[in-house]
């Protein structure tokens, strides 16, 4: 296959570019993860979640975001490529330069956070997607809706528990007994009956574990088969990944967060040569204050990493 010649100068500008995007986007990522570390039930967390997963505006910077690294990461191959297949005869004197170790590793860190990416998006993104099962949660205020809340007046009406609503929606729906043989209407009457007692006994399940939050604005915890049946019975309620819940169950477990770290670790030796680097691809790291963009760098790459460390060590310390 023959790929487009493009000018190697304009391929690193855009490389440029696109990791000027990526470093922005990480300072958010690891800003916004600090809100795990909230004693408040996850509500800061599920919140900001909560938003980042409905408003359509991010949603388009999702795919953005996605595309970016996967052209960052193309076009940084295709370099090393370029550059191995102009000389393809390596040096027989090794070169003595003073870049960092950052510089040396850059492709091999990069490849190394692309595999640790697919570690992360299995425990995280790909619950969101519905790729791997997880921990869920939905709004109460979502459950208020239809003949399931006419169902939870009557019982508040009745001073009746959930569960014991649930036992009157089982006798109900024991009378029939099997669907099959009744009319149209009436079977699906009765399989609604039947959807209605398996969110109720979630409903139970939560009260009696104390999977309500707090604010009562949520019910956590819920399983996958939980979530489904909630979306089979209430459509409109979406029950969305708790990742508060998840994040704090994951870093309790110490193999999982010294991955973590060494993940970071990787991170940081990238970032360590791509903030300067990224100055004077673009013309941006003159003599004047090359200074302060190598001061700048250290100290982006070292808040960056610690802020995304600071996760998993305090979660795993119970702080």
Known sequence: MTLPRIHSVSKKIFVALLGGFLLLFLLFHATANLLILRHDEGAWYSAFCHFMGTNWVVKIFE????CAIAFHALL???LALTNRRARPVRYRQPQRTKTHAGSKLMVWTGILILVCMVMHFTDFYFVKLGWVKGEYQVRTERLQSGRLAGLMQFAEQ???SPAEMAEEL???VQ?????AGLDPQTAAYVEEMRGQLAVLNILQRAYDENLVS???QWIRHLTYDERQTLREVLPESDPEPDFYYMARQKFRDSYLVVMY???FAVVFLHLRHAFPSMFQTLGLNNYKYCGAVEVLGKVYCWLVTLMFAAVPILVYLGL
């Open 214 to 216: 707090g604010d009562g």
């Open 158 to 160: 009745m001073n009746l």
């Open 170 to 172: 089982e006798s109900g």
């Open 261 to 263: 770290l060494l993940f």
């Open 63 to 66: 795919v953005l975001l996605l």
């Open 76 to 78: 940084t191959l295709w």
């Open 175 to 179: 009378q029939y007994g099997d669907s």
